[in-house]
């Protein structure tokens, strides 16, 4: 039972690339998020998904999309990437209590 | 106005001594709220969760809620240096998605 996991760890990208930041959950858990993690600003979501095949925005999500591809998976694209999307992204899922649990982290750096 | 305001830090305690973390939110209607901790360079995770007035405790953690102040607490008592880290409050008003809030977390230095 591996939890929330995340890939990739680390990633650095330049102005306009793309990627897709992938995580998949194996507690058989309904709800999914997206936040990223900015120096003092704590966790603000981005988008995330109540139940499969649903998706909704958060509070940033200017410059993502997401998939929720199937219960266990849900990826979040940049489509072109830019230096403010140098951040700390985490995914979590939530168990139906409201507790949320979450991944290990992507650290992406945007030059 | 952020919607989770907690002090920065960092709070530095003596080891042994009683860490105390406060956190203030601005909506009424919130309805659940959680403290995370995280260490440098990890994942948050949780410690304790409270959905009505009181204390709970768990263990040398003691979590406060006062809807009526709009308020949630934290203390750590007998701090130990492996308690060093910055802890997180989340709340959640109850809307659809069952969102959390989080704020910018407080900075926990305990020092032998």
């Known amino acids: 039972n591996a939890g929330v996991t995340q890939t990739p760890k680390f990633q650095v990208l330049k102005t306009g690339q793309s990627m897709t930041l992938q995580c998949a959950q194996d507690m058989n858990h309904n709800s999914m998020y997206w936040y990223r993690q900015d120096p003092g600003m704590g966790l603000r979501l981005i988008y995330y998904?109540?139940?499969?095949?649903?998706?909704d925005k958060g509070e940033v999500p200017n410059g993502y999309n997401v998939s929720r591809l199937n219960k266990r998976e849900f990826s979040l694209r940049l489509e072109s990437a830019a230096p403010s999307q140098t951040s700390v992204y985490f995914c979590?899922?939530?168990?139906?209590?409201?507790?949320?649990?979450f991944g290990p982290g992507t650290r992406l750096t945007v030059l | 106005q952020k919607e989770v305001e907690q002090n920065s830090g960092p709070l530095s305690v003596p080891e042994g001594a009683i860490a105390s973390l406060n956190c203030t939110y601005s909506d009424r209607g919130s309805q659940s709220f959680f403290w995370y901790r995280q260490y440098s360079g990890k994942s948050p995770e949780l410690i304790m969760s409270?959905?009505?007035?009181g204390d709970k405790e768990d263990g040398r953690f003691t979590a406060q809620l006062n809807k009526a102040s709009q308020y949630v607490s934290l203390l750590i008592r007998d701090s130990q240096p492996s308690d060093s880290a910055t802890y997180l409050c989340?709340?959640?008003?109850?809307?659809?998605?069952?969102?959390?809030?989080f704020g910018g977390g407080t900075r926990v230095l305990v020092k032998p």
């Open positions: 989340a709340v959640n008003n109850g809307a659809a998605g069952n969102k959390l809030t």
């Open positions: 998904s109540a139940s499969e095949g649903t998706t």
């Open positions: 409270i959905y009505s007035n």
């Open positions: 979590a899922s939530r168990v139906i209590t409201d507790t949320q649990y």
